[in-house]
């Protein structure tokens, strides 16, 4: 059994007067034990909420939250508040994309990550204390006993997201939840924070969501990604598959969009036209479909099916054809 | 830290520098001029040929202005002419500070114990019917003209059902030992409870007509502070650790909330000491804001220039002490200085 | 040349280590809208206010009040002035006449009809509240305009002035204004309310103009070589105004409380021929034991109009609020 299976997820925001916005379409995936999913799209294609929703961390009002998650058996969308709390924070921990505001302000470091020590391993004070100057070390945070009584602005953006990462390990989950964890960083410190990242997860065995828009993220770090559009996923392969034969146009628009140091002189990039506004609904067709470079008739008439193909699972009508010269130029 | 506070007491300097010059034009501008404004109508010919000559009303604007702003240095503005006539207007002032200062805190405790509650309740309810009435009901607050609203408690709960007293600061033939001038306060200095429970019951009333418009201004604050904060990342973080919902409203959404509400105290200094001019006249409490009213209808330009000045000295001076204590309870200001 | 290049310098920093709301604001300060979007916020908020409840019922209860005082005139059964219940009046036993037919509401204190100067109490509540605003609106406009259009010593002679009359609790202000007045009058009242007023308005003006004036369409046209009066009215000033437009609202609610609070101290007219709804709760509480509904109408009435002006005003604030929307 997997860790988590989530079924069928759906997420729709609902406001007074206002159409019902659907964010999360009906998405399914598995981790399984100490794996690392990626989830990869623009923003707005619903990896955040989907998050959000596997975490329970939506508001309740204005939501509508369907489908199953799954965690270790457990289903985790109709635990009652305490039950859900008793596994937040132990088993399942998140890291956010903004440090800066996901620390509390006007609270000490030591006392932010203290405090989930004492809430689920049951720790005095003194011991939780301890126990965070060292998981402080253990993410690199130079002279931690010091850093314990520091307020999240004294720190480096870098130092903040070490801070955010050792308060979610701290009790050791099983499935860690990382949603854009670098974007806010300068660059030479990303590759940093992924390192960290990686090694805590490989030592203690923890599975991974990843959730980025950055490929290069993805291809550091997943076993295997999803790629979300429009709410729904549209191609999931393992990591080399997708990199190296990207099958939806989608996925293909990505990968063409980054910028190649091995690209001729004068070689033009070639972005994804339009953007996620021009979406038709997915009853309609592929929400894609006006983006698409490959759309053909059906794309705007017949909703594609996300199916098995050679490996991969992908909804699409009329995929990227597999490149003869396949695995040339990996990045 | 050091520095900052060094700033504002310079700051406050400067307030009441530039307060003693309108306060000098003031004097000047009143009918009849600086004589007859300070001696009332009791004034003979001879002792305002004598006031003339102690203002130096012939030498030089500036003279003129130097020598008043001496006097008040000293704590000399005149003697009163209305309110309590042959009294020295500052004598009068330091008689009766004690009772407003007793009342507006008493008022603003009853504000922050109520309205912090109710706006947190409010917040996490929100459209509730039980947020759409407590935000109409403090907008209705604080349209209601506050000397009507005392009338009405008074009237009320003191004439018709005699719960409480109708005004004053004590029953009449209590001998209370007087210590501080705050009289709950002397009570419990001298053990003598049954004056401190008389003093409690003479202060109800008018501290709870007193802390109307606090009440409402906190109660929105808070309201629209922890709505603010309740849509903070740190708050999702806290969530996401499972952490007991006590820690996350007390640690985690209050502790940010708080800090709004903080400086809004200290602008409600302002509201209460206005406030307390219309409390004060309708429960006939002995107090500032009183001899303010009574000063104004006879005409007691002396009271009424001690009062000016010193309302706005305590005003600027709770507001020096609320940002003091701001910076020392956000480690945002607190450790300004460290940051590497 | 030089000289005026380093003034332009520290202008800018002046304004850029001011910026706006760094300490309390007075009341509506703070969180006025960054106006960049001008039009677009304006068109935006009233699209949200036009289903807000709150500002529909505040609207409703001016239109009612307003057109009261229009209608007054025509619709009052009888002069306010005239004494026409007097000998119902028996001073010793502190009798007044009671409602009777004709008479809706009784009589006051000289045997006036109460229900005419109600009604007519309006014209002079409403006025009193205009006038006071928009002087108090017209003397922070220029203050302001002056200290957050020029910066430099203007501004900080300006804004300290403000400051002190900031820290004067605004109802020993307007007493204290109230006493230059040797002939106390409904005037006295108006005045002495609007100058309570100028400070907030102009400190608030200041400090949205300032913003406004760091925004990037100003810096651009400064960059333009745009002529600085150009800058001021063409795009601070406009850009400036929706703040003080909600601040004046809930201004017009405020005059019309310390009106009546000035009435109660004894400050105004002297002579109540022309009724006002303040004066007329004072002299009632003497008769509130057998008279309960001479204090319950004025004050009725007052609350009303004041709770009409902040449910506007609030509900534009809150649609203008960037932040507020949900």
Known sequence: MALLEVRDLSVVFRRKGEEPTIAVDGISFDVEPGQTVGLVGESGCGKSVTSLAIMGLLPSRGVDVSGSVSFEGTELLHLSQRRLDERRGRDLGMVFQDPLSSLNPVVPIGVQIAEVLQRHRELSRKQARSEAAELLNRVGIPDPARRLDEYPHQLSGGMRQRALIAIALACRPRLLIADEPTTALDVTIQAQILNLLTELVADTDTALIMITHDLGVVAGLCDEVNVMYGGRIVERAERHALFTAPRHPYTNGLLESIPRLDAPRGERLVPIRGSVVDNIPWADGCAFAPRCPNAIEPCWSVTPALVADDGRMLRCHNPVEVPVTAGEGVR | MLRYTIRRVL??????????????????????????????????????????????????????????????????????????????????????????????????VIALIGAIPLGYLAARRRGGWFDNASVVGSMIGISIPIFFLAFLLKYLLAIKLGWLPTGGRQSAGLDATRVTGFFVLDGLLTREWDASLDALRHLLLPALALSSIPFAVIFRITRASVLDVMDEDYVRTARSKGLAKRIVRDRHILRNAMLPVVT???????????GAVLTETVFSWQGVGQALAVGFERKDFPVLQVVIIAAAMAYVLVNLIVDLSYAAIDPRIRTAGKVG | MTSSRAAKIDRLAATAAHK???????????????????????????????????????????????????????????????????????????????????????????????????????????????????????????????AGAFGGWVDTVVMRIVDVLLSIPSLLLAVSIG??????????????????????????????????????????????????????????????????????????????????????????????STPEWGQMLGNAQDFFDSQPHLAFWPAACIIAVALGFTLVGESMREALDPRQRR
């Open chain 2, 11 to 108: 700051q406050l300097a400067l307030v009441v520098l530039v307060l003693s010059v309108l306060l000098f034009a003031w004097l000047r501008a009143l009918p009849g001029g600086p004589v007859s404004a300070l001696l009332g109508d009791r004034g003979t010919a001879e002792s305002r040929a004598q006031l003339r000559e102690a203002l130096g009303l012939d030498d030089p604007i500036f003279v003129q202005y130097f020598a008043f702003l001496g006097r008040a240095l000293t704590g000399d503005f005149g003697t009163s002419t209305g309110v309590s006539p042959g009294k020295p207007a500052m004598e009068l002032f330091l008689e009766r500070f004690p009772a407003t200062i007793e009342l507006s805190i008493a008022a603003i």
């Open chain 2, 264 to 274: 809004t105290v200290g602008l409600q200094t302002g509201a209460l000491l206005s």
């Open chain 3, 20 to 146: 706006p709301t760094a300490e309390g604001e007075p009341q509506a300060g703070g969180n006025g809208p960054k106006s960049d979007a001008g039009v677009s916020l304006a068109a935006s908020a009233w699209r949200r206010l036009r289903r807000n409840p709150m500002f529909l019922s505040g609207a409703v209860i001016i239109g009612l009040f307003l057109l009261l005082a229009l209608l007054a005139p025509f619709i009052a059964p009888h002069d306010p002035g005239l004494r026409l219940l007097q000998d119902q009046v028996v001073q010793a036993r502190n009798q007044l006449p009671p409602p009777q037919p004709g008479h809706p509401m009784g009589g006051d204190q000289y045997g006036r009809d109460f229900f005419s100067r109600m009604l007519l109490g309006s014209q002079q509540t409403l006025m009193v509240a205009v006038l006071a605003t928009v002087i108090g609106l017209g003397g922070g406009l220029v203050l302001g305009t002056l």
């Open chain 3, 179 to 272: 006493a230059m007045f040797a002939q106390q009058s409904q005037f006295t009242v108006i005045i002495a309310v609007a100058i309570v007023q100028i400070p907030i308005f102009a400190r608030l003006l200041r400090g949205t103009m300032l913003g406004v004036r760091e925004s990037d369409h100003v810096l651009a046209a400064r960059a333009l070589g745009v002529k600085r009066r150009a800058i001021v009215f063409r795009h601070i000033l406009p850009n400036s105004l929706g703040p003080v437009i909600v601040q004046s609202t809930l201004v017009l609610a405020i005059a019309i409380l310390d009106a009546a609070a000035l009435s109660f101290l004894g400050l105004g007219a002297a002579d109540d």
